[in-house]
Nanobody, 126 residues
């Protein structure tokens, strides 16, 4: 059983930056593919970014490409999302997710993931 805990959310002005972290425990970090999803108020949860177990493969939603960077530190069992040039439409609850996988590809579908964090709120003021 893997436990995921997000941190780093908060209030930021449009154009600013935030870095989300996700601490994983209860599993072997390097055998899990991971991803970030978000859910804005009144909307469905959507894919943001994903990374494979080694960190060598990543994928991003078109809406965040070039502004967000996903990374991981397997030695620390940690996942990160660096968010730059934030826009009001980026405001949402951000969730990290994990899936046992040693494949080279990333996983972008919500239903592929087995473990979820409780979410971190990101508020972007205009």
């Amino acid at each position: 059983q893997v436990q995921l805990v997000e941190s780093g959310g908060g209030l930021v002005q449009a154009g600013g930056s935030l870095r989300l972290s996700c601490a994983a425990s209860g599993g072997t970090g390097s055998t899990y593919a991971m991803g970030w999803f978000r859910q804005a108020h009144g909307k469905e949860r959507e894919f943001v970014a994903a990374i494979n177990w080694s960190g060598r493969s990543t994928n991003y939603a078109d809406s965040v490409k070039g502004r967000f960077t996903i990374s991981r530190d397997n030695a620390k069992n940690a996942l990160y999302l660096q968010m730059n040039s934030l826009k009001p439409e980026d405001a949402a609850v951000y969730y990290c997710a994990a899936k046992y996988s040693t494949l080279t590809r990333v996983h972008v579908r919500e239903d592929e993931y087995d473990y979820w964090g409780q979410g971190a709120q990101v508020i972007v003021s205009s």
